[in-house]
């Protein structure tokens, strides 16, 4: 029952966001920016008590959550920010994975199903890379977030 509830929501807010690209990415962004506030949050008060005990970590600490709340309020009210943090990730994780395919086609002699797992790192990873592409305009990150949630939703209603 929990996951025909989970999945018609997620069917409709992914509609919703497929007709509304640009509000489905701005709550993604502010929500996602809401999240990383509380890490830098975190941060800065670890990095306050630790100054105590250790002053090299206490500063590192608060040196990284200076950083992230930067990057928490960047993303909170800047969506482009979040689009392009998006796609700049998509496109690293692609040229990691063809690097990792063509890692599993030259040692395809010491592993059985290195063939299939660096040609599958290959396509998957020049996926990544055009969905990174996209994803660098906010409109298209936006679609595909709501084709995320529509596809989710569905394969939740048939678990």
Do not use: C, H
């Not at 395919?101 to 395809?108: E, K």
């Amino acid at each position: 029952m929990k996951n025909i509830v989970v999945g018609l929501l997620a069917i409709i807010l992914g509609l919703i966001v497929l007709a509304f690209p640009l509000a489905g990415l701005v709550a993604a962004s502010v929500l996602t920016g809401f999240v990383i506030l509380m890490i830098a949050i975190w941060l800065l008060i670890v990095g306050g008590s630790q100054l105590e005990i250790s002053k090299t970590a206490g500063i590192l600490n608060l040196i990284l959550g200076i950083i992230v709340l930067i990057i928490g309020i960047g993303l909170i009210f800047s969506p482009a920010l979040f689009a392009f943090l998006t796609g700049f990730l998509l496109y690293l994780a692609g040229i990691f994975m063809i690097i990792a395919g063509i890692i599993a086609l030259a040692s395809r002699n010491e592993f059985k199903n290195a063939t299939w797992v660096g040609i599958l790192g290959i396509i998957l990873g020049i996926l990544y890379i055009i969905l990174g592409t996209l994803a660098f305009d906010p409109i298209y990150l936006g679609i595909l977030i709501g084709i995320w949630l529509v596809i989710s939703g569905i394969l939740a209603l048939f678990e």
